[in-house]
């Protein structure tokens, strides 16, 4: 049998939706039809951290060039999202435990808000965008190469800083 809901001119069906993006990244964090009744609305959407994947909440600034320079190093980044305080990247559960870096937040718990999917940079929802889109790429970030990235633009920052 196949359960269906109506949302929006979209059909939700057991295993998929006909009409829209891909949503698996989101099922396992939020209700997706609440995400997509929020996204209609022209509302960010609520996701619970800790299900799906944790977050790690970066400063803006350091953050971009952290994700910068792993992409242009070709080390694979996952869904990352800027915010009007921070970069928050997405990370397997419990992979970012040991971080001990100034200015990193690990987030293992809470909720998040996230825009729908398509609103990429430089387009926003709420003053949120997504860096990489859920939808543009592969696994979550490894949390141990987002360390070592983030630990490397610190480093420079410093030394910038000292010049």
Do not use: N
């Amino acid at each position: 049998m196949i359960e269906e809901t109506s949302i929006a001119g979209a059909r939700l069906v057991t295993g998929g939706f006909e009409g829209f993006v891909p949503l698996d990244w989101i099922k396992d964090a939020a209700s997706v039809t609440g995400a997509l009744a929020a996204w209609d609305r022209g509302a960010l959407a609520e996701a619970d951290v800790g299900k799906a994947w944790d977050v790690v909440r970066l400063p803006r600034a350091l953050g971009w060039k952290t994700l910068t320079q792993m992409r242009h190093t070709g080390t694979p980044v996952g869904p990352a999202q800027h915010t009007p305080d921070a970069v928050e990247v997405l990370v397997p559960v419990g992979s970012g435990a040991e971080w001990h870096l100034p200015d990193a937040e690990v987030l293992t718990k809470g909720i998040i808000a996230v825009p729908h999917p398509a609103t990429v940079a430089p387009s926003t929802q709420q003053a949120h965008t997504w860096i990489v889109s859920p939808l543009e790429c592969g696994p979550l970030t490894d949390a141990d190469l987002l360390h070592e990235a983030y630990a490397a633009a610190l480093a420079a920052t410093h030394m910038d800083t000292v010049q």
